[in-house]
């Protein structure tokens, strides 16, 4: 360590105390940046018979109003369903929250997140061999003549898989709208749960040395001018 560097250990902190130094402020632009090596992470849910993602691979944050955040998120949604990859898209999803300082834990978290737009572009629906695949699985007595039925003769041989049925469906009829409908609220649901329990909350580390300062001596933070300021007791 530089003599320079013990004199800011030493020096700033008496500052902080006798209030001269009372918040620094970090542009949300550099936090954009420095969030960016966290990711990518990902949002599980259901699915009959198999598992979905959404892969979050990109966040911009901005300022929004009222002391709030607004998080772009920018991703992929994935569904694979009885072994077989069902649907493939970019995923967009709005966030709303405002970041707090949690001292006891030297954490910041988000509190009273809200989820806006959910938008998806450029899907990969179905290919119609999947399908058949996954419907072949579903009635072992079709399997040798999947191939020469119609899509919606093949799902008429499994009438008693009825949610399996209607949830192909959606896939071979071409319907993204209806598949996002469907999952919305157990991603936004799961989404939220992850910000507000601390699954994605950031925790200070000692070892650096504006982070260990904050850990000290730190208050609240609050949103404004396009930047998070971290202001000191």
Known sequence: MSIVEKIQ????????????????????????????????????????????????????LAEYKNGLLIANLKGTLDIRCMGEHLYSSNIHIEIFGQPIFLKEKSAIRATNVEIGQINLANDNLVVAQNARKIIAKLSNNIVGQMYNLTMGTALSFIGNVTDMKGYIANFINKKSHKILDLHRAEIEGNLIESLTNGDLEYTLEDTIPDEKLFIQYGKDIIVENEGLTFRFS
Do not use: C, M, R
Not at 9 to 34: G, H, M, N, Y
Not at 35 to 59: A, E
């Open 9 to 60: 250990q030493w020096f700033i902190p008496k500052l902080i105390k006798l209030k001269i130094i009372k918040q620094v402020t970090f542009s949300l632009a550099e936090l954009t940046e420095d969030v960016q090596v966290y990711l990518p992470f990902d949002i599980k849910f259901s699915v009959p018979n198999g598992h979905g993602f959404v892969i979050i691979s990109s966040v911009e």
